[in-house]
Structure formats: C-alpha cells, structure tokens
C-alpha cells in the first residue's frame, strides 16, 4: 500500500515571503500522479497543482511549484509572494495509474500566513 | 469547471435515526465517486468507492451495512449513515473525477458535517 508522509504538522510565513511544504511518498510504481490540495477554513478542497511521475518537468502554477524528485520519492510545494487568502491546510496526495483511482492523502500541513 | 454539489452542508439528528447525504456532478457524467470522512484537525479518510450501476468498494475496516452507497445514475451518488451513533460525527466529503485524456483533475463537493446527537 502506497503512504503519504507530511512531515510538517504546522507552518508560518510572512505576507509576500515564500514557503516550501515537504511532502514524501512510498510506492513500487513507477508510474503515478502527485497532487497538493488545499482546504480553506470553508474546507471545501480545491487542487492547487499536479504532477504526473513521468514528466521530469516540475508542474508549475502561477505562484505554486513542485519540486519533484522521484528516485528520492520527494514532492515538496513552494508558494512564492505568499499571500493572507493562502492560509489553509494543505494536503499531499498520491494516485496510482493502475488502481481505482484512488487517492492516498497525507496528514496534511496547516499553512498560516501572516501580516 | 466541474463541479459536485453536496447536500446537505450539516445536518444533526437523533442517534439511531438515518441520514442520507447526496452528491451531484452538475455539469459532467461521473461514473466514479469516492466518499472520504474526515475528523477534526485530520486528513481524508477513503470510505469507499462509488460505481454507477454496480455495488460500492469499501475500504476495510468501513461497514457497509452502516455507512449505505448507492449511484444509481452518471451524476447521483449517495451515502446513508444507518443507526447514526454519536461516534459517526464527522465530515463527509465525496469527489468524483471529471474530464478526460491529458486535462483532468479530482472534483470536491463542499462536505457535510453530520452531528448525531
């Protein structure tokens, strides 16, 4: 069974600063999907960004960016110019392309960001 | 974009009573749903997946004859708590996968926060 591991229960960034989340996997699949979802205080989750295993490329959106290394099993998510509607917990998750589409999510990271 | 509607947003009944909780996917076919429960401060937790038109998987350790699934129709699936007991509070939430090839993605609904009193 695949794991997700967040190892930052709680983190804080100034408005403006950036911020890395770490986030590490465990699977034997060599092909996969990698994903950061947010959860506002409204907990409705929205995807922030996604990876696919066999890109090399790390996925960027806007202000996100993964930084994602296979052989190392590591998908950490930076957010640049950190902004105060960025406060929300973040969650890391994992989809193996051979199974039912499930999603494995990790304990997640509460993100606050501060004037 | 897709969206899943879910309803109710909370809803408190009395222990031993039912609960049905429903998830619509507005503007897309869903073929497949997941229902997720999730405890204060915590993560996801998988329940099961829905299938239209066949039975649900459930993940072990989730009752199936308490926690009912059924996706009867491409854009309809529903979760009944069955008996609700205290310790069935919690926040549930269903997703459903839309789009295809190369552009898709996991669609939330808003959750349901069930208190059983």
């Known amino acids: 069974a695949q794991t997700v591991t967040q190892s930052q229960p709680e983190m804080s960034v100034q408005e403006a600063e950036t911020v890395t989340l770490s986030c590490t996997y465990d699977?034997?699949?060599?092909?996969?999907?990698l994903f950061w979802y947010k959860q506002p205080p409204s907990r409705q989750m929205i995807l922030v960004i996604r990876?696919?295993?066999?890109?090399?490329q790390n996925a960027t959106e806007n202000r996100f960016s993964v930084n994602f290394q296979k052989a190392a099993k590591s998908f950490s998510l930076k957010i640049s110019d950190s902004q105060l509607g960025d406060t929300a917990m973040y969650f890391c998750?994992?989809?193996?392309?051979?199974?039912?589409?499930?999603?494995?999510f990790g304990t997640g990271t509460r993100l606050q960001v501060t004037l | 974009g897709a969206v899943v509607s879910q309803h109710p947003s909370w809803v408190i009944c009395k222990s031993g009573t039912s609960v049905k909780i429903e998830c619509r996917s507005l503007?897309?076919?869903?073929?497949?749903m997941f229902w997720y429960r999730q405890f204060p401060k915590q993560s996801l937790m998988l329940m099961a997946t829905?299938?239209?038109?066949?039975?649900?998987?459930?993940e072990q350790g989730v009752e199936k004859d308490k926690f009912l699934i059924n996706h009867a129709s491409l854009t309809l699936s529903t979760l009944t708590v069955t008996s609700a007991h205290p310790e069935d509070s919690s926040f549930y939430i269903c997703?459903?996968?839309?789009?295809?090839?190369?552009?898709?993605?996991?669609?939330f609904g808003s959750g349901t926060r069930l208190t059983v009193v």
């Open positions: 997703s459903a996968k839309a789009g295809t090839g190369g552009v898709w993605g996991y669609t």
């Open positions: 699977t034997s699949e060599s092909n996969y999907y």
């Open positions: 990876q696919e295993a066999y890109k090399q």
């Open positions: 998750a994992f989809m193996n392309t051979g199974t039912a589409s499930k999603l494995t």
């Open positions: 503007d897309f076919q869903a073929t497949t």
């Open positions: 829905s299938n239209e038109g066949s039975k649900a998987t459930y």
